[in-house]
């Protein structure tokens, strides 16, 4: 199987700044996709960011300028870097992986158990 586990989470105060890291394991061929979501009591997960293979990334219009995803690919690992938080960015971030394992069936798309960001003064 493929295991994702997420880590960083806690808390910060308005302005402060967090580091999520997701490490990906398992029988994997190959990472194409790794991306950060997050979903607050009451709401629906929603798209934070997602880089795939080769580098380009995409943001939440509410993040954007504020937040930088990067991707170790020796280390299979995805970071999420927070900076200015804000309240409304308390949520619990998931971690999601997507591409082909060495077993059948070929493809994945795995999600980490979430960790905590809450932002409060």
């Known amino acids: 199987q493929v295991q994702v586990v997420e880590s960083g989470g806690g808390l910060a105060q308005p302005g402060g700044s967090l580091r999520l890291s997701c490490v990906v394991s398992?029988?994997?061929?190959?990472?194409?996709?790794m991306g950060w979501y997050r979903q607050a009591p009451g709401k629906q997960c929603e798209l934070v960011a997602v880089?795939?293979?080769?580098?380009?990334?995409n943001y939440a219009d509410s993040v954007k300028g504020r937040f930088t995803i990067s991707r170790d690919n020796a280390k299979n690992t995805v970071y999420l870097q927070m900076n200015s938080l804000k309240p409304e960015d308390t949520a619990v971030y998931y971690c999601?992986?997507?591409?082909?394992?060495?077993?059948?069936?070929?493809?994945?798309?795995?999600w980490g158990q979430g960790t905590q960001v809450t932002v409060s003064s």
């Open positions: 999601n992986a997507e591409g082909s394992r060495q077993y059948l069936p070929t493809d994945f798309n795995s």
């Open positions: 398992g029988s994997i061929f190959s990472i194409r996709r």
């Open positions: 880089i795939v293979s080769g580098g380009r990334v």
